[in-house]
């Protein structure tokens, strides 16, 4: 098998959130889809159907691999370039910013931000 067979890129063609697998589609293989493979993730966060995965195949095929998730390029442009900034982009309204330099946390989001529980607020509520 070739590294190119190993490391591949591919397209999200769907997802089975109740196994927490990706299926996958590689146009440069005449666009062959390989049976769903478990999604790397130390969080939920699936790749959007449409999207560009990163996978990774064990030698002895496709039967045993792992997509890696999505990644930078062209058309998946960072959302913030700015390596001082994490961005936790959930979704086309809704992300969450923390600027290492300021030491500031921002979430924006197009609707209510509802919380569940007790919050304790230590310091003064600013309204911007």
């Known amino acids: 098998m070739e590294l190119s067979d190993i490391i591949r890129v591919g397209i999200v063609d769907g997802a089975n959130d109740q196994e927490g697998t990706v299926r996958v589609m590689f146009p440069d293989k005449d666009d062959q889809v390989v049976p769903d493979i478990p999604l ?46 994490y961005v936790k982009k959930l979704d086309d309204d809704l992300s969450i910013k923390y600027d290492y330099r300021i030491k500031e946390l921002t979430i924006e989001n197009a609707k209510d931000v509802v919380i569940n529980g007790n919050l304790l607020v230590k310091g003064t509520i600013k309204s911007g």
């Open 40 to 85: 790397m993730c130390h969080e939920q966060n699936y790749p959007r159907i449409g999207e560009s995965a990163l996978c990774l195949f064990l030698p002895n095929g496709t039967e045993q691999g792992f997509c890696l998730g999505g990644y930078y390029h062209d058309e998946n442009p960072p959302p913030i370039k700015d390596k001082e900034i």
